[in-house]
């Protein structure tokens, strides 16, 4: 098969939101949120004869996107609706897969100076723990350092609003089908 990750994403880039219907569902280890489901498993749905790697690749990067709205969706219906995502690690070098993020989730993500988000977060826990700081929030306000911020695109957030839908109909689509 060959390629670069850069090759993968560039021929993702080439394709609208969307992928003409392509949906993938990211569930390869299971799922958690919003579906407590260890049996789930990941698929492509809508696969035509035009779409390539690159479609493929874009679905991915857009099942991804859609499971991490649904968590979203389910802070919401707790209560809360964070006004900003903040992002690190390896995902966050790409601007194509920020921009799919910010779009989907319909906010702006920071990107921060730190790439190694969990482990640096469990450290500043461990440093309140410890009594450097008061409270998460003033470790975080210390050391957390934003370098730059992904805008949602206008011209995707409503292609990715119709396609959420339809991979919201995805997972139990696909359930009777699970081993």
Known sequence: ??????????????????????????YLAGERTPHADPAARGAFAGLGLRHD???L????????AFALRDALDLVEELGGRPRVGRISGGGARSQLWLEIV???????LEATVVDEGAAYGAALLGGVAAGAWG?????????????????P?????????EARERFRGLYPALRPLQA
Do not use: H, N, Q
């Open 1 to 26: 098969m060959g390629g670069t990750y850069d090759e993968l994403l560039g021929g993702a880039a080439g394709w609208e939101p969307g992928v003409e219907g392509l949906l993938f569902a990211p």
């Open 135 to 151: 409270d998460a929030r003033e470790a975080v306000s210390a050391c957390v350092k934003v370098t730059r911020t992904i805008e």
């Open 102 to 108: 910010a779009s989907v989730l319909e906010m702006p």
């Open 57 to 64: 690749a874009r679905a991915v990067l857009e099942g991804v």
């Open 153 to 161: 695109r206008a011209d995707w957030i409503e292609p990715y609003a």
């Open 53 to 55: 790697r690159g479609a």
